[in-house]
């Protein structure tokens, strides 16, 4: 459940609101034995439930920040506790447990990819698909009558929780639920993205939710993740296509929000260095061996946030595309230092993520990668916002096609 605390206000004193959240994490998280375990959890889970219903996120965030650089183990329960109950709100009389659902998928296109407003005939067809492949018999699922793009995804841990209350009731209630598409935020348009279908699935308590907690009939053998996953990719493909048209698609494991989004935010970073590598040999037309990757470890407070990868034209310093690899929950270093202000240079590197990004780079056919030494701070285009990335001499540039490149002009190069 490891993510970074979002501002830096961590050694500030705690409101007397965050203090016995902060508390019972500790307690939690020092527990004994599962008996003692179960009374924690249960007190801390009672806490969180009217905080997430009275919008109470500073609080939240304040805690998570606090625990972040004093306690980590505690740090990682409160996260673990948030994200269950904002996704699992309690409904009725408590004979039915519901679940956020969310089914990832990833995309890339020269064009614009689709989100927004599905229409009704496709949430029937993809909330049939879905019970046939994915939820088990048990399940009642309730979709969205929408594609969403990261950026309509709720922002806030309260704002999550008020859309799980809405679908979780209808799911319990077997209604259908219709989002009103017309004020979402504006989706930014990317060469790849992730698009999600989100609903919630109501169970009768103890009953699976998944194919995968299901034995087959036939032999009395669990079906594996991977065996669901291949079969939606199957028929839902297929449908998605039909309102996705000029995109690539590859479809992740749909499950409880959280863990489905990080687990695609994850998929998604090798997904664009891929959808990079082919949109530069199409539209710049040059075979990926006269590419150029330049990789660098971008730092905030002392961590390393992020890989930016910067793709060149061999013998030239100009930038022409970029990918960002941000670092996504565990894989943040271990139990940071209370103290941010470390020397940059000492800070050792990631040497799994950086080999993940060279192995794949070689794998899209890319022989010149350059892995620079230094620590580069996150800086963006002042302009418009857009990262900059190292080019092979550990310059940070604006990523600019050349001009004469073929590109459609639909598409924004950030
Ligand atoms: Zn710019």
């Given at each position: 459940?490891r993510?970074?605390?979002?501002?830096?206000?961590?050694?500030?004193?705690?409101?007397k609101?965050a203090?016995p959240l902060?508390?019972?994490?500790?307690?939690?998280?020092?527990a004994?034995?599962?008996?003692?375990?179960r009374?924690?959890?249960?007190k801390?889970?009672?806490?969180l439930?009217?905080m997430?219903?009275?919008?109470?996120?500073?609080t939240?965030?304040?805690?998570?920040?606090?625990?972040?650089?004093?306690?980590y183990?505690a740090y990682d329960?409160?996260?673990?506790?948030?994200?269950?109950?904002v996704?699992?709100?309690?409904?009725?009389?408590?004979?039915?447990?519901?679940?956020?659902?969310?089914?990832?998928?990833l995309?890339?296109?020269?064009?614009?990819?689709?989100?927004?407003?599905?229409?009704?005939?496709?949430?029937a067809?993809?909330?049939?698909?879905?019970?046939?492949?994915?939820?088990s018999?048990?399940a009642?699922?309730?979709?969205?009558?929408?594609?969403?793009?990261?950026?309509?995804?709720?922002?806030?841990?309260?704002?999550a929780?008020?859309?799980?209350?809405?679908?979780?009731?209808?799911?319990?209630?077997k209604?259908?639920?219709?989002?009103?598409?017309?004020?979402?935020p504006?989706t930014q348009s990317?060469?790849?993205?992730?698009r999600?279908?989100?609903?919630a699935?109501?169970v009768p308590?103890?009953?699976?939710?998944f194919?995968?907690?299901?034995e087959?009939?036939?032999?009395?053998?669990?079906?594996?993740?991977?065996e669901?996953?291949?079969?939606w990719?199957?028929v839902?493909s297929?449908?998605?296509q039909?309102?996705?048209?000029?995109?690539?698609?590859?479809?992740m494991?749909?499950?409880?929000?959280?863990?489905?989004c990080?687990?695609?935010?994850?998929e998604?970073?090798a997904?664009?260095?891929?959808?990079?590598?082919a949109?530069?040999?199409?539209?710049?037309?040059?075979?990926?061996?006269?590419i150029?990757a330049?990789?660098g470890?971008f730092?905030?407070r002392?961590e390393?946030?992020?890989?930016r990868?910067g793709?060149?034209?061999?013998?030239?310093?100009?930038v022409?595309?970029?990918?960002?690899w941000?670092l996504?929950?565990e894989?943040?270093?271990?139990?940071p230092?209370?103290?941010?202000?470390r020397?940059?240079?000492?800070?050792?590197d990631?040497?799994?993520i950086?080999?993940?990004?060279?192995?794949?780079l070689k794998?899209v056919g890319?022989?010149?990668?350059?892995?620079l030494?230094?620590r580069f701070?996150?800086?963006?285009?002042?302009d418009?916002?857009?990262?900059?990335?190292?080019?092979?001499?550990?310059?940070l540039?604006?990523?600019?096609?050349?001009?004469?490149?073929?590109?459609p002009?639909?598409?924004?190069?950030?």
């Amino acid at each position: 459940m490891r993510r970074k605390p979002l501002n830096t206000a961590s050694r500030s004193k705690l409101s007397k609101y965050a203090k016995p959240l902060a508390n019972l994490a500790i307690l939690l998280a020092d527990a004994g034995s599962r008996l003692e375990r179960r009374f924690w959890k249960k007190k801390l889970f009672a806490a969180l439930a009217p905080m997430l219903e009275s919008r109470s996120d500073t609080t939240l965030v304040q805690t998570l920040d606090h625990l972040y650089s004093t306690n980590y183990r505690a740090y990682d329960e409160l996260a673990f506790a948030i994200e269950n109950t904002v996704e699992s709100p309690a409904i009725g009389d408590g004979s039915v447990d519901v679940l956020l659902l969310a089914a990832p998928i990833l995309a890339w296109s020269t064009y614009n990819i689709p989100s927004g407003k599905i229409d009704e005939s496709t949430v029937a067809l993809f909330t049939e698909l879905l019970h046939k492949n994915v939820l088990s018999d048990q399940a009642h699922l309730v979709l969205t009558n929408m594609l969403f793009s990261p950026d309509q995804l709720p922002e806030s841990y309260t704002s999550a929780a008020e859309l799980a209350r809405q679908l979780g009731q209808a799911a319990v209630d077997k209604v259908m639920v219709r989002i009103d598409t017309e004020n979402l935020p504006a989706t930014q348009s990317f060469l790849s993205d992730v698009r999600y279908l989100i609903g919630a699935i109501a169970v009768p308590n103890g009953q699976p939710a998944f194919k995968w907690q299901v034995e087959s009939h036939s032999n009395g053998v669990l079906l594996s993740k991977e065996e669901v996953l291949e079969n939606w990719r199957v028929v839902g493909s297929q449908a998605l296509q039909k309102i996705m048209p000029g995109c690539l698609l590859e479809l992740m494991l749909p499950n409880g929000l959280y863990n489905a989004c990080r687990e695609a935010e994850k998929e998604a970073r090798a997904y664009s260095v891929r959808a990079s590598a082919a949109f530069l040999e199409s539209a710049l037309d040059v075979p990926p061996q006269k590419i150029c990757a330049s990789v660098g470890a971008f730092v905030d407070r002392g961590e390393i946030e992020e890989y930016r990868i910067g793709f060149s034209l061999e013998g030239t310093p100009d930038v022409v595309h970029g990918v960002v690899w941000p670092l996504i929950g565990e894989e943040y270093g271990n139990e940071p230092d209370p103290v941010y202000e470390r020397d940059i240079e000492s800070e050792p590197d990631n040497p799994v993520i950086r080999s993940k990004i060279e192995a794949l780079l070689k794998e899209v056919g890319i022989r010149k990668i350059t892995v620079l030494e230094e620590r580069f701070p996150l800086e963006y285009c002042e302009d418009c916002g857009s990262p900059l990335y190292p080019n092979p001499e550990g310059e940070l540039m604006h990523a600019e096609l050349p001009e004469d490149s073929e590109l459609p002009n639909t598409m924004q190069l950030h």
